[in-house]
């Protein structure tokens, strides 16, 4: 069909028609917002870089949980799980390794039987025809099946053959992983030119898969795998492997930084950082600090429900936290473990995390969430069963905690009965401004997302441009805040609720545009005084 018009039109006669150009950006909140980031120690998962799991994926990912009450490093997947129940929707989670666990080479040798050709080790075996790497690591191993066969361009003779089917299924579900198959020839095509060589073919597929290929490779008709059975089923070299060796290096200080950069590095967005008890006891602690400041995160801790309020404050003392970038919880009760049965003392950052992500989710007409509304008090109350408080702070010790930056949790009585809450929303910040208040720090982190996100955007286009479209963005972005009640107005700024200003640099006004705003975020109410008077 003949169109009207061309897209470009030159010195001839007609109609132009330009791209449609979208002017509606704005501020909205990603899906980052409800996601986190997290370290442990799992059965399954990449050691080399970061990777996301969902609520609906856990186990397929993570691998079987472990009571934290058999062993500490089953606290982080106890606390993931409280997240994803009490909404997040995305985690990014970072195994711990060692300097010495390697990932081993699979490798599928032209032997006569299952057990002789497929064989787990460091290094490729001699005589290997084709070697993959699975890079999810399961420690329970997985099941390989391989079988070679004759493509349909080969004639009815038996002879050795380079196309190949690999199949990877998890042995605990039976369930395929992946099923790829291919030529062993790099140069290999199909009838219409296309690359039908299997490493190509794995690689569409995903890349938790590495395959490679030896120079020649091919498959003997006396391999394991070669053929089809007599009903016509393809014969496979069968075998269960372990691709993962774990080694006994102590976790060094370059270790966990290679883990926090595994964060810092991913393309996967995330608002909050879990610190669990565990990985404070493996010194993570200033690495994840760093990086929620560098990265303009929220670190969610927890310090250890078996302590006493004194105790508690100690151990966070020793942590040297003083930054807004970061909450500290302290819960002193005993809950179902609904993972794997039973009761147990652990954390709840999980479980902050994922009611803070709840209520990013509640967004506006304008696209903001309620993040003035901080996740603490009545409305926000535990959701773990059968709880038990081991430990019932004084209105000296709860003080104390106060002043400590550190937020318990234990049952507070309301007019409709107790309930086990968040008592107090204080940042980890040692002031007495709005940075200790986890509701205002959580808003002008937000907003500085935002406004650098949209900063990067007008990055490269004309001076006045820029300054142009930055000043609109703003406009549009306090007024939405405001109109959510994030701010409200000010003495200081003459009765506005913000200010905002962009301009040329003075020293460098054709390449630095320099973008200001004084804002005034509406705090928590975190202290009531009541008094009575009676009259005659």
């Not at 006569?112 to 890079?135: D, M, R, Y």
């Not at 050795?160 to 790099?186: M, R």
């Not at 107790?418 to 940075?435: E, H, I, N, P, Q």
């Amino acid at each position: 069909m003949t169109v009207p018009f061309t897209r470009i039109l030159g010195a001839r006669s007609g109609v132009q028609l330009n791209e449609i150009i979208d002017a509606t950006e704005r501020y909205v909140p990603g899906s980052g917002a409800m996601a986190f980031a997290a370290m442990g120690s799992f059965k399954r998962g990449r050691i080399d870089k970061a990777f996301r799991v969902n609520k609906d994926n856990l186990f397929r990912m993570l691998g079987k949980p472990v009571s934290p009450v058999a062993s500490a490093n089953g606290e982080p997947y106890v606390q993931i799980y409280d997240a994803f129940k009490n909404g997040a929707i995305q985690a990014v989670i970072v195994r711990y390794s060692k300097s010495d666990d390697a990932i081993l080479y699979c490798s599928v040798l032209d032997e006569a039987t299952s057990a002789a050709a497929i064989i787990s080790n460091a290094a490729k075996q001699t005589g290997w025809q084709v070697a993959f790497k699975h890079l999810e690591a399961f420690d329970e191993g997985i099941n390989v099946k391989v079988n070679a066969r004759k493509t349909l361009n080969d004639s009815d003779v038996a002879i050795a053959s380079n196309y190949v089917t690999i199949i990877l299924s998890d042995i605990s579900t039976g369930k395929e992983l992946f099923k790829v198959e291919g030529s062993l020839d790099p140069l290999a095509v199909d009838e219409f030119n296309n690359t039908i060589f299997i490493g190509s073919a794995m690689d569409a597929i995903s890349d938790l898969v590495e395959i490679e290929v030896a120079t020649d490779a091919e498959f003997d008709t006396t391999f394991a795998g070669y053929g089809l059975n007599t009903d016509g089923t393809p014969k496979y070299a069968d075998l269960n492997v372990t691709l993962i060796t774990h080694g006994v290096a102590a976790l060094n200080g370059s270790q966990k930084q290679a883990m926090t950069d595994q964060l810092a590095n991913t393309e996967y967005d995330f608002k909050y950082i879990m610190l669990d008890s565990l990985a404070q006891t493996l010194g993570m602690s200033d690495y994840l600090v760093q990086l929620a400041k560098d990265q303009n995160k929220k670190l969610v801790l927890d310090l250890q429900g078996t302590l006493t309020p004194a105790e508690a404050i100690t151990a966070f003392a020793s942590l040297n936290i003083d930054t807004l970038h970061a909450d500290a919880y302290w819960a002193p009760l005993k809950r179902n473990d609904i993972l794997n049965g039973g009761k147990i003392t652990s954390g709840l950052s999980g479980m902050q995390i994922g009611m803070r992500c709840a209520r990013n989710a509640k967004t506006n007409a304008d696209g903001v969430p309620p993040m003035n509304y901080p996740v603490a008090g009545k409305n926000f109350p535990i959701t773990s069963s059968g709880i038990t408080q081991l430990y019932t702070a004084s209105d000296s010790e709860l003080n104390d905690l106060a002043e400590a930056h550190i937020n318990p949790i234990q049952s507070v009585k309301y007019n409709a009965g107790a309930r086990y809450v968040f008592v107090d929303s204080l940042t980890t910040a040692k002031t007495t401004g709005a940075s200790k208040l986890i509701n205002v720090s959580e808003m002008g982190i937000t907003v500085d997302d935002w406004v650098a996100g949209y900063a990067n955007e007008v990055l490269q286009l004309p001076m006045a441009d820029a300054i142009a479209k930055m000043a609109t963005f703003l406009k549009a972005l306090f007024e939405g805040i405001e109109s959510a009640k994030w701010i409200t107005p000010s003495e200081e700024l003459e009765g506005a609720s913000y200010i905002a200003t962009v301009a040329r640099n003075n020293q460098r006004p054709d390449d630095r545009m320099d973008v200001g705003y004084f804002v005034h975020y509406d705090g928590t109410n975190r202290a009531v005084y009541v008094q009575q008077t009676f009259s005659k």
